[in-house]
Every structure is written in C-alpha cells, then in structure tokens.
C-alpha cells in the first residue's frame, strides 16, 4: 500500500474561532492607529465634557506615556465600572441618536479600544463629588492596582475634571509598535492634532509638553479668537494676508448648512497646502474638498507656492454618513458638491476682490465708517484721546528726573516717556495660570471699555486718590488708588518669574526696615511675642525664602541680610519708598508662604498695594516730620500727580482687566453729558 501520510496532503487551514481577546485588539486598531489617533479621541471627548483648559504631557511621542488633563464635567463615580466597555457612552442610547449627534465622539468605542492595547488609568472628579477617583483598566475592565487588591475605583485627591493616563501604547502588538518607532514624528502628529483643535476651540486654553520638560511646546490662552490663534499657530505673518468668509445657506425646511472659513491671499505662499476640515466640529479628512479648494489657488498662486484654509463647516448631524470610516475620519455628507462648489466660489470671489481692490481698500473703509447717520449734538462726544489736555501745551517733565541734569538744561519740550509693550512672560506654572486666568474670567466688559478709551480730566484729590476721567458722553469719578492697586496685581502677575530690577543703592539692612515697621505698629493683645521676636520672625521667613523672591520677584536679599533691589512693575513710575518697612513687615503676617497659589496672590496682591500711589497713612505714632510739609513732600507730590495722570493712567488703558468689584465704589458717574445739555438748554 502506498498511502502518503496525512499530514502531507495539502488541505485547507481549518476555521478557528478568535480568542475575543485578540479581535478586541484587532478592532481596537482600527481605531487607534498611533498615539496621535489616540488624542483625538481623548480630545473629542474633554471638549465634548466642556473642559476650557486641557493639558497633554508626552514621553517618546505618545507610546510611553499620553496623559491629558482637562477642566471638563467629570465622570460619575457609578459609570467608572462599564467606562472602558466597547459600546457604552454617555451620548446615544438609540439607533435614532447615532443621526442627531452632534457631539464628537459617539459610538463609545475610543476608551474601550484603548484600554485593549495600553494601560489604562483615569482620575476624575465631577463638581459635586467630595473626591476623585482613581481607576484603572484593561481589555475593557476595571483592574486592581496591584495583584489581590479591589478593582474598585479608589478615592483620592484631585481637580474637577478627567485626567486620563495611556501607557505603554501598543505593548501588546508587537508588529504595530515596531512601525512606530520614529518617536520625534508621532510627537509631530500630536502637536499637529493639538493644533487643529486649539483653532477651532480658540476659547479652550491647550497646553503640550514633554514629560520632564519645563516649557510646553504649544500654549494656547483661553477666551481667544480664531483669528488670533491661527496668527499665534502659524506665525505673526500670516495675519496680514488672511482673509474670511461666512457661506451658509438657510431654506425653511430644507437642509441647511453653514460654514466659516479663515484662508489666505495671493500674497501668502507657503510650501504646502495647510488644510484644516471641521464638520461639525470634528477634526476630518476629505480628499474631495481639498482638492476643489487647491483647484481654486491653481492660477491664482505661482507655481509651487501653496495656501492655507481652515474651514468649519456645520451640516445636519443627519446627513452625515459616519460609517464610511471607523474612526469617522474621511466623511461623506448629503450635498457635498454642491455645498463644496458654493464655499469655492465664494472663497474665489473674495480673493479676486481683495487683489483688485487693495488701493482703495482704506478710502472704502473710511467711507463706510462715516456713514451717513446723523448723530444729534447733545450725543456728540466733545472730547477725543487726541485732543490736547491743558498741560499738555506746557513742556511736560517727569519730575522724578528733574536734577539729573537733562530736563531743565534742555529748552525743546520733553517727549512723554514712550511706553514699551509690557509682556506677558512666559509661566508655566498652573498656579500662575490659574491667578491670570481668574484675571481673565472676571473682567467687567463695560468697565474695562470705559478705562481702555477714557479721556483723563483730572485729579481731583490727590490724598484722596480721587480723579475724573470721562467716557463716551459720560463723565466718572474714580479712585485711582483703588484702580492702581489692581493694575499693579494684574502687571506683577504679567511680570511674573520676569521682573525688572530697581536697584537700592545702598542696599538697606532688612533687619532694620522691618523694625521701623514693627516698632510703628501697635501690638495686640492676641500675640504674647515681643517686637524683636515678631522682627525675628519676619526677618527669618524672608531670608529663609531668598531664592524664591529673587527667582520670581527679582527681590533680592543678600547672604547677609540686605535689601538689593525692588521689582520693577512699572517701566518710569517709581513706589513711594517710604512705604519700604510696611511692605516687608506685611509680607510676614499677610502672606500665605504654605500654598503656592496663594502665596503667590497675596505676595502680588502686597506688592501692589505697595506700589499704590499716595502717601502713606499717616499714623500719630510714628514721629515723622509729615505735619508740617517740606520741600522735598512738595516736590514729591508733584511727582506722583506727574506719575498718575502719564504712567498710571496711560497703564491702566492698556492693561486693565477692571473686575466687577470696583464698580460698587471705586468708579461712579458723576455726570452725562445729554443730562446737563438739557441743563445748559434752559438757561
Ligand atoms: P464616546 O466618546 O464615543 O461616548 P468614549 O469611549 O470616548 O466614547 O467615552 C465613553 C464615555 O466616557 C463618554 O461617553 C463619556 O461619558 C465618558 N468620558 C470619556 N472621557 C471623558 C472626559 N474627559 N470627561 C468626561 N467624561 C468622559
Ligand atoms: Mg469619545
């Protein structure tokens, strides 16, 4: 018999079943194809959370560790056990959702996917919540920490919002991490989704940096504008050449779309084409548009140079086709072409207008500003930033630089100081973060307007810090003290970690100011220490805290005890220095030195209320020579009057977010122009 052995004979593989092990690391895959597509994900749904600040910390570009931390809602405690399912999410329960989402996300799979191919952690808080928790999970489940421990999501500190933690991306698919290897350029790809979002969310501040490193390689501010961050984005030189359009179109009943979109002229070239495509507010590809969009440039731009378009475009969520692509990246929607060929059209026509027209552009605009509404005279304003002020006809001198030669040997009329660009330096730190957003967030519109445009009329009392400013037909009395002190808070944090030095020469003992300060200071019965105990103490806090004051506050204390130099907040405007002792005594007792956050504000808030105009308040206890008023205080208010009206308020013109708190007292209108034309109409 001549039978061959069966294993020889060739026959088909026989059909297995997948461990489903291995098919959720397959789907998972699909959907995370590197850790850029991972961000994505965890982006989509920190926006969709409504977070306004997210932060991304990267190691070797994403596969080591991908950590973003964002502000948003926060997870429920009871949903952290089924978070990492396949198919659970917060934003659709039927068939009929999956079309009306507008959301980003929406089909539940970005977690679960994820925790099938990387660890897994997430820390979330929601607002109502006491604490955070802390879970972990693999292949879609809850895991303990460590070997015999409760998988259940442990309690502990944290912030309102969701941290989520990926790490060791794809270890468990060998063949897909060893594609993966050039970690500098999926480091490229997340910054480039970052980006992409921080555009389209210009109001949501975006932070990336690498693990380990101090400066982030993107910072985006929050309450931006698109504008503003695609100039911050893609560089200062594309704002000049960047144009907009709004096309929509709006049939009762019909489907109805818009879009917005920011591109730029025949002026700009840059060497690739910067495509930006949101539908619906999610980041997606489509070949199809982009392709029409360059065949609008092709002729317009010389050979070789290409343009940048950001185009957001919101359809019906119904007319989206989400399933072309499993993660929803190349899109087909109802309509494409028509709606592609009307924003093309559109965006030609403004192009070809703008290279037309450019030489008449500023006459146009002119007219278009002058138009014809008549404007009554008792709402005219009869007052302008350019108008001349009365003291302004005189040759105007700081005083402060009177005797240092120049200003009274020099006949010509004395320039105002040209006040440069006051920065914001460059801070990392969240507390100072937190401190220049809660800037942000409490500005009074209408009270920062009135500032920002106001006319200086006068001081009225200079002991009172009371001056008159008008506004539009409206005239207000207002606390200039009250109003410096928050400039010098705003400026300090502006400055923070960058002050200007203003050097002391000699350089005072701090032992001895801060005793003049304590002996000036009656003592109550809370405290059993002694004067030179309280002195002790102070001297000791700021001595011991040397490094810091100098590192963010440029105050330096020498080794042995002397003050060096002052921060500068204001370039021409010098404090009243014989405020010195307050200052450093108060900084013991009304600094919280344990908490970063407010050891920083209070520190700030101190300075400011250093660098406040006005002389000290006079306390019976200190025998100084103030009652009887000398040359020198003469001299010395004279300046202050010269400092408030050219460097303060100049300052608070330009730099004054003024919250709402100093409408109750510090700012009242006195006056209204329309009110006392129909006074003077009378008479
Ligand atoms: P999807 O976004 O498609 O719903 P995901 O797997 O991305 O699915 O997320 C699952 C669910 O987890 C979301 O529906 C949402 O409720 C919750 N979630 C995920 N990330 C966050 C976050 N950063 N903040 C708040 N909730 C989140
Ligand atoms: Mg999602």
């Known amino acids: 018999m001549n039978i061959e052995p069966e294993s020889e004979l060739p026959g088909p593989a026989p059909i297995r079943r997948l461990q489903e092990s291995l098919i959720n690391r397959i ?49 429920r405690q009871s949903d952290l056990p089924i978070l990492a399912e396949r198919f659970t999410t917060s934003k659709l329960s039927t068939f009929s959702d999956l079309t009306k989402l507008t959301t980003y996300g929406f089909r539940g799979e970005a977690l679960a996917s994820i925790s099938h191919v990387a660890h897994l952690s997430v820390v979330t808080k929601t607002r109502t919540s ?37 790490e060791n991306l794809f270890f468990n698919t060998p063949t897909r991490l060893s594609a993966l290897r050039n970690t500098s350029e999926e480091y490229a790809r997340i910054l480039d989704v970052l980006t992409k979002y921080a555009i389209h969310n210009p109001k949501v501040s975006f932070m990336c940096k690498k693990a380990g490193s101090s400066s982030p390689d993107l910072s985006t501010p929050s309450a931006s504008t698109t504008r503003h961050a695609i100039k911050m984005l893609y560089g200062p030189s594309i704002e000049k050449d960047l144009l907009q359009i709004a096309v929509n179109e709006d049939m009762k009943g019909e489907i109805s779309w818009s879009s917005e979109v920011y591109f730029t002229n025949v002026n700009y070239q840059a060497k690739k084409t910067v495509f930006l495509l949101f539908i619906n507010s999610r980041l ?43 993660t929803k990246k190349e899109v087909h929607f109802l309509n494409e072409e028509e709606i592609t060929t009307q924003i093309c059209d559109t965006l030609q026509a403004k192009i070809a207008e703008k290279s037309q027209s450019r030489v008449f552009e500023y006459q146009e605009e002119v007219s278009a500003s002058s138009g014809p509404k008549k404007v009554y005279s008792h709402h005219k304003v009869r007052t302008s930033l350019h108008d001349r002020t009365l003291d302004s006809m005189f040759p105007v ?10 200003a009274e040997s020099n006949p010509q009329p004395q320039s105002l100081p040209r006040s440069r660009e006051v920065k914001e330096s460059e801070c990392f730190l969240t507390s100072v973060t937190t401190l220049r957003n809660q800037i942000v967030k409490g500005k009074h519109k209408l009270l920062t307007e009135i500032l920002e445009k106001h006319t200086f009329v006068g001081i009225v009392d200079v002991d009172r810090c009371l001056s008159l400013i008008q506004y539009s037909t409206k005239l207000y009395l207002v606390n200039h003290g009250a109003l410096a002190e928050e400039l010098f808070y705003q400026l300090g944090l502006r400055h923070f970690g960058d002050f200007s030095r203003l050097k002391l020469e000699p350089p ?70 014989d405020k010195l002792p307050l200052f450093l005594m108060r900084l013991g ?12 504000e209070s520190f700030l ?79």
Not at 547 to 566: A, C, P, R, T
Not at 650 to 678: F, G, N
């Open 27 to 75: 789907a998972a895959g699909e959907i995370i194809h590197r850790p850029a597509s991972a961000l994505k994900e965890l982006l989509e749904n920190s926006l969709d959370a409504g977070a306004t600040t997210i932060r991304v910390t990267v190691k070797d570009g994403g596969l080591k560790l991908l950590q973003i931390q964002d502000n948003g809602s926060g997870i």
């Open 130 to 166: 006491t604490c955070a928790y802390k879970a972990l999970y693999s292949d879609g489940k809850l895991v303990p920490a460590q070997r015999g421990q409760s998988e259940e999501p442990k309690p502990c500190a944290g912030n309102d919002g969701t941290t989520i933690t990926i």
């Open 284 to 326: 997606v590809e489509s070949t199809r548009i982009k392709r029409a969009i360059e065949n609008v440039y092709t002729g317009i731009l010389p050979k070789g140079a290409s343009p940048f378009v950001y185009l957001s475009l919101k359809i019906d969520p119904q007319s989206v086709d989400v399933n072309v692509h499993p």
């Open 397 to 406: 001198v700081n005083p402060s630089q009177i005797g240092k030669g120049s």
């Open 508 to 577: 005072p003992s701090l032992r001895e100011l801060v005793k003049i300060a304590v002996d000036a200071e009656e003592i109550s019965g809370e405290t059993s220490l002694s004067k030179p105990d309280i002195v002790d103490r102070i001297v000791n806090i700021l001595h011991s805290r040397r490094s810091m004051l100098s590192e963010y506050f440029s105050l330096n204390i020498s080794e042995d005890g002397l003050v060096q130099s002052l921060p500068l907040i204001l370039r021409d405007y010098t404090p009243n220095l």
């Open 589 to 600: 007792p009304q600094v919280n030195w344990t908490s970063e956050t407010e050891c920083f």
């Open 605 to 683: 808030r101190e300075l400011a209320y250093f660098y406040v105009p006005g002389p000290m308040i006079s306390d019976p206890s200190i025998p100084t020579t103030m009652s009887k008023e000398t040359d020198e205080d003469i001299a010395g208010s004279k300046a202050e009057i010269w400092q408030v009206q050219h460097i303060l308020f100049p300052a608070m013109r330009r730099y004054l977010a003024a919250p709402k708190s100093l409408l109750d007292v510090d700012v009242v209108q006195v006056a209204s122009l329309p009110d006392l034309y129909k006074v003077f109409e009378r008479c």
